[in-house]
């Protein structure tokens, strides 16, 4: 995390004045039934899709529960910013009255000015309004001195409002956070908690704030685990810190423990990967056949995982494979039976989920240094596909996508692998795994900017782009319908209009 090195004296007083303004106290946020509900069904849903699916439910049901429609609308205005906002705009035209109606539609304006205009129609009918003052915090620029107070003084007079909602705390702590104010951000961190004892990202928050101080994430963890016992987030956390220290025994006792709270294939998976680094190749190889009896069975992940490479030279390596590709071909011919039987209600949906934002503009080099702008593109279809090396779920959906490139596709559409988010910044990977692949595609070396430009959040993010230059479709995750989803995309977009 970045960390401010000096501070000038404006500031210092700025941050002096912050301290003495966190002295508040919070009440526990009791969440509705509604929102547990609707976490749990996002949380467990397979796919992409399928949380889609889920937000749009619990969006329609439950309109004026805050903490469902925050959850699901943030979910659906990452996959459609537009038909999001135009659905809360609409609801807002509708409602001109309600509070929850007119910052939802609020929250979701392009502009500060815009979002400024929704907040004041909310503090018009009382200007202690806890979601008005929430929504007039998120317009000021935090990065200027007085931004930043304006920001931080909406937001305690919300807080004042109402000190059982979480949403001002948590801005706040990340207000303080992004200024460089650790201990400031550490103080509200600790509140928020205190709000949500059951929620590990209070606690995420301020091991983010210990800038990888493993030993620190693991007593913060342990802190939350000793009340939350099952909770398999923190487990994972403390894991993770373990593995960085190369504490293998701790690693593996906590690995398990994962598995003894949820027995999934994925679990059992990295639990073997655990194994692995330690040197335990006999209980590396009985977790992996385990993971694949779980169901998980994704080839491309075995043969790319660097924790598995000690394993490869053992006899049983092939048989691991073998089991896992028999699984996935089991999976594939029930995913691709299912697809046909719906592929009429799925065309359907594909074809009108058309967005219209204009895309971000770009000049990048391809594997050959050769320099390709989308400015140079426009008049055709233009497929994005965001990627990197290490990711399991893009080298599941590049061979899609290449099948697509080479049996499907139209003459005006062209296709580009944007390569992102390359671990250390290193990109010398990235030719040799595309030859060794043999993708047919071309290949652009990407930039993490160009990445936050395009809303990518998670890898891969497949972006269609229209012949006038807007952004008109957006698959999110591995789909193995993918071929067949783009061509009724394309052929939509390649329509005379």
Same mark, same amino acid.
């Given at each position: 995390?970045?960390?401010?090195?000096?501070?000038?004296?404006? !500031?210092?007083?700025?941050?002096?004045? @912050?301290?003495?303004?966190?002295?508040?106290?919070?009440? /526990?946020?009791?969440?509705?039934?509604?929102? +547990?509900?609707?976490?749990?069904?996002?949380?467990?849903?397979?796919?992409?899709?399928?949380?889609?699916?889920?937000?749009?439910?619990?969006?329609? /049901?439950?309109?004026?529960?805050?903490?469902?429609?925050?959850?699901?609308?943030? !979910?659906?205005?990452?996959?459609?910013?537009?038909?999001?906002?135009?659905?809360?705009?609409? +609801?807002?035209?509708?409602?001109p009255d309600n509070e929850i109606a007119l910052y939802l539609a609020g929250r979701l304006q392009a502009t500060p000015d815009e979002q400024r205009t929704y907040a004041r129609r909310i503090l018009a009918k009382s200007t202690d309004s806890y979601w008005g003052n929430l929504l007039?915090?998120?317009?000021?620029?935090?990065?200027?001195?007085?931004?930043?107070?304006?920001?931080?003084?909406?937001?305690? $007079?919300?807080?004042?409002?109402?000190?059982?909602?979480?949403?001002?705390?948590?801005?706040?702590?990340?207000?303080?956070?992004?200024?460089?104010?650790?201990?400031?951000?550490?103080?509200?961190?600790? $509140?928020?908690?205190?709000?949500?004892?059951?929620?590990?990202?209070?606690?995420?928050?301020?091991?983010?704030?210990?800038?990888?101080?493993?030993?620190?994430?693991?007593?913060?963890?342990?802190?939350?685990?000793?009340?939350?016992?099952?909770?398999?987030?923190?487990?994972?956390?403390?894991?993770?810190?373990?593995?960085?220290? /190369?504490?293998?025994?701790?690693?593996?006792?906590?690995?398990? +423990?994962?598995?003894?709270?949820?027995?999934?294939?994925?679990?059992?998976?990295?639990?073997?990967?655990?194994?692995?680094?330690?040197?335990? @190749?006999d209980s590396a190889y009985a977790w992996l056949f385990t993971a694949v009896e779980l169901g998980y069975t994704d080839v491309e992940q075995y043969k790319g995982d660097d924790d598995l490479i000690p394993l490869r030279s053992d006899p049983r390596w092939e048989q691991v494979l073998t089991a896992a590709e028999a699984g996935e071909r089991a999976k594939m011919i029930e995913i691709m039976r299912q697809a046909a039987a719906t592929a009429p209600q799925r065309k359907q949906v594909a074809v009108a989920e058309r967005q219209s934002a204009l895309a971000p503009e770009?000049?990048?080099?391809?594997?050959?240094?050769? @320099?390709?702008?989308?400015?140079?593109? +426009?008049?055709?279809?233009?497929?994005?596909?965001?990627?990197?090396?290490?990711?399991?779920?893009?080298?599941?959906?590049?061979?899609?996508?290449?099948?697509?490139?080479?049996?499907?596709?139209?003459?005006?559409?062209?296709?580009?692998?944007?390569?992102?988010?390359?671990?250390?910044?290193?990109?010398?990977?990235?030719?040799?795994?595309?030859?060794?692949?043999?993708?047919?595609?071309?290949?652009?070396?990407? @930039?993490?900017?160009?990445?936050?430009?395009?809303?990518?959040?998670?890898?891969?993010?497949?972006?269609?782009?229209?012949?006038?230059?807007?952004?008109?479709?957006?698959?999110?995750?591995?789909?193995?319908?993918?071929?067949?989803?783009?061509?009724?995309?394309?052929?939509?977009?390649?329509?005379?209009?």
């Open positions: 995390m970045k960390r401010f090195l000096c501070i000038s004296a404006l !500031l210092a007083a700025a941050l002096s004045v @912050t301290a003495a303004n966190l002295d508040f106290s919070v009440r /526990r946020y009791q969440r509705s039934e509604a929102e +547990r509900a609707a976490e749990t069904a996002l949380d467990s849903a397979q796919t992409y899709d399928a949380q889609r699916a889920v937000a749009r439910d619990y969006q329609s /049901r439950y309109p004026d529960d805050m903490g469902v429609q925050l959850r699901v609308g943030s !979910l659906l205005a990452m996959d459609n910013l537009d038909s999001t906002r135009a659905f809360y705009l609409a +609801r807002a035209e509708r409602e007039l915090a998120g317009t000021y620029p935090a990065e200027t001195d007085s931004g930043f107070r304006l920001s931080q003084d909406a937001l305690l $007079k919300a807080i004042r409002a109402d000190n059982s909602l979480p949403f001002a705390v948590e801005r706040l702590g990340n207000l303080l956070r992004l200024r460089g104010d650790n201990e400031g951000a550490e103080a509200v961190f600790v $509140k928020l908690g205190q709000m949500e004892p059951d929620r590990f990202e209070p606690v995420q928050y301020r091991i983010m704030l210990a800038g990888g101080d493993h030993q620190q994430a693991i007593r913060l963890a342990d802190e939350f685990l000793d009340k939350n016992p099952r909770d398999v987030k923190a487990l994972y956390v403390k894991a993770n810190s373990q593995r960085e220290l /190369r504490d293998w025994s701790g690693h593996l006792r906590t690995m398990r +423990r994962v598995v003894e709270v949820e027995r999934t294939g994925p679990h059992a998976y990295d639990l073997a990967c655990g194994f692995s680094l330690a040197g335990e @190749t770009f000049t990048l080099k391809d594997l050959n240094g050769n @320099t390709v702008s989308l400015a140079s593109l +426009r008049g055709k279809v233009v497929i994005l596909d965001f990627w990197a090396t290490w990711c399991g779920p893009c080298r599941k959906s590049m061979p899609l996508l290449d099948k697509f490139y080479t049996e499907n596709k139209p003459e005006n559409v062209v296709v580009y692998g944007v390569n992102v988010w390359e671990r250390g910044g290193k990109t010398d990977k990235v030719k040799p795994f595309i030859t060794e692949r043999g993708f047919h595609f071309p290949i652009l070396y990407g @930039t993490n900017d160009l990445a936050n430009a395009y809303g990518v959040q998670g890898i891969p993010t497949l972006v269609v782009i229209d012949p006038q230059g807007k952004i008109a479709y957006r698959h999110v995750g591995y789909n193995p319908t993918l071929p067949e989803v783009l061509a009724w995309q394309v052929n939509e977009l390649s329509k005379k209009r």
